[in-house]
Nanobody, 122 residues
């Protein structure tokens, strides 16, 4: 399975962006991670296979919303009230085990896509 993230860009603080992650085939649980300048990659959000369960990092809870459209093999991340500290390369990842769980750790993911840059100016 190949994953491709897109939708990043430059936005002012307080603005919004929607990221998309297109998969070349069916995936199960999926997630978003990000790596800011000079920082390690960190978990952002995860969504279960059917979309019924979601989990968020505390830093984005209430501002970001993860969703998916399995008919289109696509996952989304709606990012509102963006802050300069949200500046990072955002990557999507997929789990190929048929579970209905969400996953917060990098090592639990089987496939990774190329990242998309999000820059939030103050």
């Amino acid at each position: 399975v190949q994953l491709q993230a897109f939708g990043g860009g430059l936005v002012q603080a307080g603005g919004s962006l929607r990221l998309s992650c297109a998969a070349s085939g069916r995936t199960f649980s999926m997630g978003w991670f990000r790596q800011g300048p000079g920082k390690e990659r960190e978990f952002v959000a995860s969504i279960s296979w059917g979309g019924g369960s979601t989990v968020y990092a505390d830093s984005v809870k209430g501002r970001f919303t993860i969703s998916r459209d399995n008919a289109k093999n696509t996952m989304y991340l709606q990012m509102n009230s963006l802050k300069p500290e949200d500046t990072a390369v955002y990557s999507c990842a997929a789990v190929m085990r048929p579970t209905h769980s969400t996953y917060t750790r990098e090592r639990e993911y089987d496939y990774w896509g190329q990242g998309t840059q999000v820059t939030v100016s103050s």
